[in-house]
T-cell receptor
Framework: GQQLNQSPQSMFIQEGEDVSMNCTSS?????WLWYKQDPGEGPVLLIA?????ELTSNGRLTAQFGITRKDSFLNISASIPSDVGIYFC????????????FGTGTRLKVLA | DAGVTQSPTHLIKTRGQHVTLRCSPI?????VSWYQQVLGQGPQFIFQ???????GRGNFPDRFSARQFPNYSSELNVNALLLGDSALYLC???????????FGPGTRLLVL
């Protein structure tokens, strides 16, 4: 199935470090969402972006909607152990179906 | 307010059987989408329903079907189960098809 390119695939970081991950596509999207998923659970919405160039924060999380509308990034500042999990981006196509295409995921592990 | 609820939480079936998964959206949400998430991958779009009508369909065989009821709850049906249907099935609700989607905890299906 169709998936967005998300990088890095996985990363180990020290507690307190900042983290960056991004999502790219060849398609143009009108909405970008970022989710976090813990094992065995459904994705939890972190940040929603609706306009090209938009920069939005949610606590220690900051995400941006790329100017080209084909990419987005998520930053986590001062990581803590509970940031461990899999982070997914999702882009909504500009089409009649409004379906979301998900990224391949970034697995984050924080070392205390 | 209650979030998206799904039932059952876990299910074990054998090849060739049929399964029905259920989803209740967040109160006030009229759109429900279904996703399949295979281990290690991001969710893949299966269906979107709005006001009881199918608004979008992903690249899944006709063995997969769904419907939405007048109270906006939804069912996903899968016939003639295959081993490859083993996955976490996620339901997401939104106020309308273009709005941000919120996920339920999922139903984990194992086909033996």
């Amino acid at each position: 199935g169709q998936q967005l390119n998300q990088s890095p695939q996985s990363m180990f970081i020290q507690e307190g470090e900042d983290v960056s991950m991004n999502c790219t596509s060849s398609s143009i999207f009108n909405t970008w969402l970022w989710y976090k998923q813990d094992p065995g659970e459904g994705p939890v919405l972190l940040i929603a972006l609706y306009k090209a160039g938009e920069l939005t924060s949610n606590g220690r999380l900051t995400a941006q909607f790329g100017i080209t509308r084909k990419d987005s990034f998520l930053n986590i500042s001062a990581s803590i152990p509970s940031d461990v999990g899999i982070y997914f981006c999702a882009g909504q196509l500009i089409s009649g179906t409004y379906k979301y295409i998900f990224g391949t995921g970034t697995r984050l592990k924080v070392l205390a | 307010d209650a979030g998206v609820t799904q039932s059952p939480t876990h299910l074990i079936k054998t090849r060739g059987q049929h399964v029905t998964l259920r989803c209740s959206p967040i109160s006030g949400h009229k759109s429900v989408s279904w996703y399949q998430q295979v281990l290690g991958q991001g969710p893949q779009f299966i269906f979107q329903y709005y006001e009881k009508e199918e608004r979008g369909r992903g690249n899944f065989p006709d063995r997969f079907s769904a419907r939405q009821f007048p109270n906006y709850s939804s069912e996903l049906n899968v016939n003639a189960l295959l081993l490859g249907d083993s996955a976490l099935y996620l339901c997401a609700s939104s106020f309308d098809p273009g709005e941000t989607q919120y996920f339920g905890p999922g139903t984990r299906l194992l086909v033996l």
